[in-house]
């Protein structure tokens, strides 16, 4: 044992260029800082900056994935494969998205650009983290950079009320959250004595006390269910999404969310398994799958009734970020319920291409919402929405199309990701997961009421005092345009990307037939 | 030649597309939208015309299909583009293609604002009803079906009547949530089919279906039945058979009258064409168990949908019960499971497009000349506009079911087969599939009732109202629209031969496939010997 202590001391594993992704965000982090205190008011340098910053991580995430995977790096603290990176992905992508589509909010309300672009790459830095922590230490650093960042994000229209308590909400009850993981991983560690991942999934069946371990892991699912927001833990969701600026609702909604899942994934999936033969493992196992599930099935039901009955957008959204970690929710639970490696991997892709879908529809979405919304978001409600429809037609057009794609109709992203997450669930043919998915379906339609609310305002209805579209400045109009191709790109082709994540190669006979 | 034969049905599913992307951007360039009538009508044209290549391939053997084409789309999920042609769907794509330009035409004064978005809806339509009527991977059926609410949606919602959000809305959502509970069937079914035959899942109809027939794959009777109950909802809500019906009356009547004329004609076949091709042929144990189900709902939905036709005082919401009758004929039809009943099934379906579809035409032709839809507002119409009459009458005829008139061969074959039947419990007092044939029976002459009442509250007698009496006659283009529908009444109704030539094969393996199936044929006998005890 000391040996092997003393090896690690003396050669720490410590290999810089795996996490080098996540150290150019840090860093790009940094740069903006110190840019923005020598240079102020440069806001679109800042910008630029944390725009490369997140295109170089990418870039080299994407480099990273041809790797023959070492599993794990740092002594087994970051974890290499293909949910680390391709959850990586999907919070670059919501980086940059929410770079591009908060311009026009920085601009009419003086934020400080420098700070606030810092948060974000600090954040998307602690999400990152998240995901490639394989051990809980890590993931629980990661958990907090990326959440106090976000705390202060949500207050920074610091003359605004909604704003400064949608923060401090925010900030009190992602506390409380926090002390609950934290507790649960320490009862694990208590009952395993380790934090690292992979080892606990050794010694789960052989824990010294198999109550603190579910005790423990009730806890990590009480803050884990607090971050992706799961019903009942989700009440903190409506007010502190109304309260922020549209663009950072629309972060909030689609990084941290993710972010969370992420590690949830890893800690349950990867951290308690079904250990063949095994009793304690098995009832920890079977324990939360089926908390997940009935925390699933409230959640779904309940985000999506809440919804109906909204009036402002950003409420309306707010309530179907719930439903929607309701639906990610499902294929993680089939994915805990997976019986071999590969279809564990399919699954766990599925949940990050779900959020993938979710995140970019959603960003978009907000990103009109924040356009339209003027100074303060005052006009957010669905009758400010009245007979645009023909007005401004693009705009409404990407709204639809965003709107399509939470509801997962067909040939949009949204229905590739709800099929893909349904199908894990329904491969174990369990009872209790048939009846989730069914209420994902049920919750689906449900959702079809307030989504096509949207539609039918601006199209259907006639608008009584004058408008003029809003000029869209050219970030914007990327962002949004961004969004709506890759939307309906991934709603027709969306097999690579699915491989990618999944980490599955085509076979022979499929590559044939594909050429 | 080879070009468009190798690729037909793709083509015609991608073609319609196109046509509304180009009116789009005809409108991006021009800033007019004054001719993108004439893109659509030269599209949906051009659509009918490719779409008689149908015609150059004979008949598919047994279980086969014509024109196939199977390339992978997400291969991660094995889910192929196949599409395929075969007897059942022959006609409905034909159905669809003839329908469209007319449906066109029948808007071409009628639509006065956003032009371009109409018109790209309508193309867009065509693409995904085309695709549900073709396609043979079950999640892209899923994806096509779906598909084909939206613009459907935007038809009813921003061109509709008063009503139209109302009715928008519970279209899309009454729709919805039935094809929904058919996606996790759908899901369901590719894992049932991955654990059956040991390896990878399946979407593809043919391959589920041919791992079934040859005993792989054996459905249990409870999930089966769950299975088929979830494809039955969704199909049973688009049909719609009764008590699932109520958007429908709402959506037809507040639709403008091109919408109205493709939900009649097309739509509302893609819910009897899918319980024929997939609960038939996947669940025919299930099909035959709950046959006595659906044949009283369908004949309940033939003497509602009647009673209740007769008392509207609005046209329009008049034809829309009709077709609540109608398609109750269908389903009578499909689930007496006779060859001949089957046979009268997809005729009446043809028969319901042309007749029902004529007669929206027909009252859209008079509420744009008047702006109502209130029976009472008309009368005497034959004096002033003869014409119109004379058509409409015509059209009557062959939604009433006048011999030598399309709507005739399709009733009788459907009662004929109903009264052949053997699906419902033959007792010694009471043969229920006479009951069911001689309910229906009824049903045609209500249908008589409230159509001829209609005819002559609208067009007998003296003029009414004073705004009536300088009402224009059909122009050229509505009597040009209106030819080919009614040279199809006849034709369909003097010649028949043809149309059932073509889906004589298809209807055999599928009557086959739920008579004969492992628990069918035990059941066949049983009542064979039964009724013939009785005779």
Known sequence: MSNFLLAQLTTPNADVTVILPEIVVAVAGIVVMLYDSFFPRQKAVSGAIAMLGVFVSALLLVLMWGDSFSGSAWSGMIAHDNLRLSFGLVFLMIAAMTILASTLWVNIEGVPTGEFHALLLFATFGMMMMAAGNDLVVIFLGLETSSIATYVMAGLRKGDLRSNESALKYFVLGSFASAFLLYGMALVYGATGTTNIPRIAASVDSANFPALLLIGSAMMIVGFGFKVALAPFHVWTPDVYEGAPAPITGFMAAGPKAAAFSSFVRVFVLGFPLVAGAQAAGILHETWISLLAVLGIITILFGNVAAILQNNIKRMLAYSSIAHAGYATVGFVGAGLAKTAAERNEAIAAVAFYLFVYAITNLGAFAIVSLLGQRNDRRADFEDYNGIGFKAPLLSFSLSVFMLSLLGMPLTAGFIGKVLVFRPALESGSVLLVTLVVVAVIGSAISAYYYLRLLVVMFFRERAVDWVPPKVPSTLTTAIAAAVIAVLYFGLFSNGLIRKFAGTTPKAAEVRAER | ?535
């Open chain 2, 1 to 535: 030649m080879d070009l468009i034969a190798n690729n037909l049905l793709t083509i015609l599913i991608l073609l319609p597309t196109i046509g509304a992307i180009g009116a789009i951007a005809y409108q991006a360039v021009t800033r007019s939208d004054e001719h993108q009538k004439w893109i659509a009508l030269f599209v949906t044209v051009l659509n009918f015309l490719i779409s008689l290549v149908l015609f150059t391939r004979g008949v598919p053997a047994v279980g086969g299909f014509e024109f196939e084409q199977n390339v992978p789309w997400i291969s991660a999920i094995h889910t192929n583009y196949h599409v395929g042609v075969d007897g059942l769907s022959f006609w409905l794509v034909l159905l669809t293609t003839f329908i469209m330009p007319l449906s066109v035409l029948c808007a071409w004064t009628a639509v006065e604002k956003k032009k371009t978005a109409f018109f790209a809806f309508l193309l867009l339509l065509e693409s995904a009803m085309l695709g549900v009527f073709v396609t043979l991977d079950l999640l892209v059926f899923y994806l096509f079906f779906e598909a084909s609410l939206v613009p459907m949606f935007f038809l009813i919602g921003v061109w509709g009547g008063k009503n139209r959000i109302y009715a928008a809305v519970k279209f899309f959502i009454f729709t919805a949530v039935g094809s929904l509970l058919m996606l996790v069937a759908i899901i369901a079914l590719y894992y049932i089919y991955a654990g059956a035959v040991n390896g990878a899942g399946s979407f593809d109809f043919v391959e589920i279906l041919a791992a079934m027939q040859s005993g792989k794959l054996i459905l249990g009777p409870q999930v089966g039945m769950l299975l088929f109950l979830a494809f039955a909802l969704s199909f049973a809500i688009k049909v719609p058979i009764f008590p699932v019906h109520t958007w429908l009356p709402d959506a037809h009547t507040e639709a403008p009258t091109a919408g109205s004329v493709i939900l009649a004609a097309i739509l509302l076949k893609m819910g009897t064409y899918g319980l024929m091709r997939f609960n038939f042929a996947f669940f025919p144990d299930q099909a035959r168990e709950t046959a006595w189900i659906f044949i009283t709902l369908a004949v309940i939905g033939i003497i509602y949908g009647a009673l209740v036709a007769m008392v509207q005082p609005d046209w329009k919401r008049l034809i829309a019960y009709t077709s609540v009758a109608h398609m109750g004929f269908v389903v009578l039809g499909m689930f007496s499971f006779t060859e001949l009943g089957m046979q009268g099934a997809v005729y009446q379906m043809l028969n319901h497009g042309v007749s029902t579809g004529a007669l929206f035409i027909l009252v859209g032709f008079a509420y744009e000349r008047r702006h109502t839809r209130e029976i009472s507002e008309y009368g005497g119409l034959a004096n002033v506009m003869p014409n119109y009459a004379a058509i409409f009458i015509i059209t009557t005829m062959s939604s009433i079911g006048l011999p030598f008139l399309n709507g005739f061969v399709g009733e009788f074959l459907i009662m004929v087969g109903m009264f052949k039947s053997t699906i419902l419990n033959v007792t010694a007092s009471a043969n229920w599939n006479y009951v069911a044939a001689m309910a229906a029976g009824i049903g045609v002459i209500l249908a008589a009732v409230y159509l001829l009442w209609l005819v002559q509250r609208v067009f007998f007698g003296k003029v009414t109202h004073a705004e009536n009496k300088k009402l224009k006659d059909l122009n050229a283009r509505e009597i040009g629209l209106m030819i080919p529908l009614l040279i199809a009444m006849v034709v369909m109704g003097v010649y028949p031969r043809p149309f059932l030539e073509r889906t004589d094969s298809a209807i055999k393996s599928i009557e086959a496939r739920v008579m004969r199936s492992a628990g069918g044929a035990v059941a066949k006998t049983e009542l064979d010997t039964k009724a013939l005890e009785n005779r």
